[in-house]
Nanobody, 123 residues
């Protein structure tokens, strides 16, 4: 049974930083492409960032490029999302995703999701 458990969300002022973590179990993490998606109030879930199994390939939504960094630690079965220079429009529930696929500017969700962690950015 695949489990993805996110943590690290919270309330932060605009311009601040947060680091999200996602611990995975029940899958071969070291060979899985991992991703982060988010759903803002009243909007559909959207792609944020993805990272290949060996960190060779990363991808970002245009809206977060240069501010967010995705990374992973295969020894800890953990993927991270470092979020800097946060804006109010980054407010959303952030979801960890396993099996994310794609490349370039086109990434798609995989089969497994975490429960989500709320990020709220205040002005």
């Amino acid at each position: 049974q695949v489990q993805l458990v996110e943590s690290g969300g919270g309330l932060v002022q605009a311009g601040g930083s947060l680091r999200l973590s996602c611990v995975a179990s029940g899958l071969t993490f070291s060979s899985s492409t991992m991703g982060w998606f988010r759903r803002a109030p009243g909007k559909e879930r959207e792609f944020v960032a993805a990272i290949s199994w060996n960190e060779d390939i990363t991808g970002y939504a245009d809206s977060v490029k240069g501010r967010f960094t995705i990374s992973r630690d295969n020894a800890k079965n953990t993927v991270y999302l470092q979020m800097n220079s946060l804006k109010r429009e980054d407010t959303a529930v952030y979801y960890c995703n396993a099996g994310t696929y794609g490349g370039g500017r086109s990434w798609h969700q995989g089969d497994y999701w975490g429960q989500g962690t709320q990020v709220t950015v205040s002005s």
